[in-house]
C-alpha cells in the first residue's frame, strides 16, 4: 500500500517555475514506478512524465520535454516535478501516481497505475 501526497502548486506567471513534490508512504515507494499526469478543466487527464523505480529511467510528453524534469529521491520517498518555462496551457490540476513495478511499456496509461495522490493546482497567467 502506498499513499501519495503532492504539494508544491501555486499560481505563477507565464515563463516562470514551480516545483511539485509527491512525498510517499510505504516502505517499497523504492520498488515503484512514479508518474506524474495532469488534468485541465474540461479535459480528460494526461501524461506527463514517468521515473523508473531506481531513478535511472525517465519518460516526457512531447509538450514537456525540455522544460520539465522528473526526479526522486528513494531516501526521502519523494518524486519531483520541476516546471520551467511555464505556459498558460500548463495550467491543471498535477497529480502523481505510482505502480509497483521497475518500469513499463504502459507507462502513459492511467489504468497501469494503482495509487494516486488527491493533485495540485497550478495556474499560470499569461
Known amino acids: 500500500q502506498v499513499q501519495l501526497v503532492e504539494s508544491g502548486g501555486g499560481l505563477v506567471q507565464a515563463g516562470g517555475a514551480l516545483k511539485l513534490s509527491c512525498a510517499a508512504s510505504g516502505r517499497t515507494f523504492s520498488s515503484h514506478m512514479i508518474a506524474w499526469f495532469r488534468q485541465a478543466p474540461g479535459k480528460e487527464r494526461e501524461f506527463v512524465a514517468a521515473i523508473s523505480s531506481s531513478g535511472y529511467t525517465t519518460d516526457y510528453a512531447d509538450s514537456v520535454k525540455g522544460r520539465f524534469t522528473i526526479s526522486r529521491d528513494n531516501a526521502k520517498g519523494t518524486v519531483f516535478l520541476q516546471m520551467n518555462s511555464l505556459k498558460p496551457e500548463d495550467t491543471a490540476v498535477y497529480y502523481c501516481?505510482?505502480?509497483?513495478?521497475?518500469?513499463?511499456?504502459?507507462?502513459?496509461?492511467?489504468?497501469?497505475?494503482?495509487?494516486w495522490g488527491q493533485g495540485t493546482q497550478v495556474t499560470v497567467s499569461s
Open positions: 501516481a505510482a505502480e509497483l513495478t521497475i518500469w513499463s511499456t504502459r507507462r502513459s496509461q492511467m489504468n497501469e497505475y494503482d495509487y
